[in-house]
């Protein structure tokens, strides 16, 4: 917020902008990526609606928490960076796999360097 403003003035001089802000009430924030959700506890969220578009600013507590992610390995996948690479052993191509969580590419560059 504006340093030495009342709120009143503010929240008035939004609305003559077209700015509409609405506080919700939640226990809890959850952001999901990839590999990790982003926990917000004991959120303050405010809903801002400004020209056709709406937004959220949320602060409170903050933590992460890492998704464990179990690769689906295929068979195809297997002999497709069996024959690319041409590694015969099939336990160092799923090796290779599981530590790139499914990413062909980057086992077959793994088992070419």
Known sequence: MMPNMDPRALKSMM?????????????????????????????SITKIEAQGTISFQISGDISEEKKSIEAQISNEDIEMVMQKT?????????????ESNGDIA???????E
């Open 15 to 43: 609305a003559r902008m077209g700015i509409k802000s609405t506080d919700i009430k939640a226990d809890r924030v959850i952001i999901e990526s990839g590999l990790s959700n982003i926990v917000i506890e004991n959120p």
């Open 86 to 98: 041409g590694v015969k052993d099939r336990e160092r191509v799923e090796l290779a796999l599981e």
């Open 106 to 112: 980057e086992a077959i560059i793994k088992l070419t």
